[in-house]
């Protein structure tokens, strides 16, 4: 079970939101994310998962800049995976001539199929797509508009595409440490052949011990947020918790 650290970035600084909301309920946990990056590193993670929200926002790679200073802090000591405002394939190439490891796509998959495909064959192997959904039903552009389709249907039109892994997260929970929505996650890495990654809600180490239960599934990992800054979860003993397997 892979434990990722998030690092949520809005106007250079290391943030986390509660469901999504880029205009309220935003708290501010580093002002520095090129050291939140180097932390998490030093502690043991193999995965960091970057998210530039202005450029989520704006559709356009708002904090590369900074970004890309925090690939160089890591040095190669985690793989880095990057989402927020991704929306061509010049983008994607340039963050992984940087130094990025896999890049997250959401909305750009959602409304333009043609550029998923695209982008999962020109860069095999490294195109992990975010499926954010709200009772089953995936949302786009900050997760304020419904799209109608069912998160498994679109997950298995997209997995032939040659997507790498699926990220889901149950929008309701997203930064509410509300616990980690086990049943949706699990159901959905049966249902397709790529790999899942759960994200929203993590709360304890029970929900880290509720996910490796349906490892079995698909279920490949975890994205930590609000429950690493606010210390409800020990990101140490996740690790050693996964380690031992219980």
């Known amino acids: 079970m892979l434990l990722i650290p998030a690092i949520d970035i809005k106007d250079g600084r290391c943030v986390r939101l509660k469901q999504g909301d ?22 043991g993670a193999e995965r960091i998962h970057l998210v530039d929200l202005d450029g989520a926002k704006t559709g356009k790679p708002v904090n590369a800049p900074l970004i890309r200073e925090m690939i ?6 985690a793989d880095i995976e990057i989402g927020g405002g991704i929306r061509s394939l010049e983008q994607i190439e340039k963050y992984l001539d940087a130094g990025a490891r896999y890049i997250v796509i959401g909305t750009a998959a959602v409304k333009n199929p043609g550029f ?15 499926m954010d959904a709200k009772d089953g039903i995936v949302a786009t552009d900050g997760w304020v508009k419904s799209t109608g389709i069912n998160v498994v249907d679109l997950a298995r039109k997209f997995e032939d595409y040659g997507v790498e892994a699926f990220l889901y997260t149950d929008i309701a929970r ?23 990654i759960a994200s929203g809600g993590m709360h304890t180490l029970e929900d880290v011990s509720a996910l ?12 930590l947020g609000r429950s690493l800054y606010e210390g409800t979860i020990d990101f140490a003993e996740a690790l050693e918790l996964v380690r031992r397997g219980a």
């Open 116 to 130: 998923l495909h695209d982008a999962c064959a020109n860069f095999p192997g490294s195109i992990v797509v975010a």
């Open 212 to 223: 490796m239960k349906v490892e079995s599934d698909g279920v490949m990992g975890a994205v």
């Open 22 to 43: 880029l205009e309220k309920n935003i708290t501010v946990y580093n002002e520095d994310p090129v050291d939140q990056a180097g932390a998490w590193a030093e502690l």
């Open 72 to 77: 160089e802090e890591i040095d190669g000591a």
């Open 174 to 196: 997203d930064g509410m440490l509300s616990g980690v929505n086990v049943q949706a996650t699990a159901a959905l890495a049966r249902a397709v052949s790529v790999p899942v």
